[in-house]
């Protein structure tokens, strides 16, 4: 048989309680970075012999970071993705203008958007990065996604015909971060 003893002491209980609200905000907010500044000139090579083209070799440039922070709602609401377009100028005769996404470089957490591959810009948009889910890349340059951009003839005969050394331009490129 177990026999239980119990000591009980009375005291006045002085108690209150409290609500606590949570508030978690919903985020979708990128930008673009670099070591110095966000503008890139992509150069085409006159030729350094009579006879031969220009080259677009140094027509790349890999300086730009995409970061972005997104908190988004319950599983089954959609995934973010960001899109690119050019919104002024056109991209003179004879050449066209790729640009594609790396994978994320690992400063941030959680779920991390994945490239769509190499896209030829336009006035169209082209989504670059998709399934973005509830994370953060770090903030700056070496942090997020790095873009690519590679200026190129065009394929097919006669392209070359239609460079023409007065249709420099500078071209205006939107990104977006948006729900899928």
Known sequence: MLHLAVISYSQDLNQNSQNVQIDIPEVAIMDLEAASGTSIVLNIDAPED????????HAVDSSIWINYSSIRGSANEPSRKITAKIISGTVPGGMRLKVSASNDVGQGGGDMGVNTGEHILNGNSKNIIRNIR????????????????????????????QLDFDDATTLTILYTITDE
């Open 50 to 57: 009579a006879g031969d083209p220009v080259s677009f070799e």
């Open 134 to 161: 509830s994370c953060y890349t770090g903030d700056g340059a070496g942090k997020g996604h790095y873009l690519k951009y590679v200026l190129e003839l065009k394929p097919g005969n006669n392209k070359y015909r």
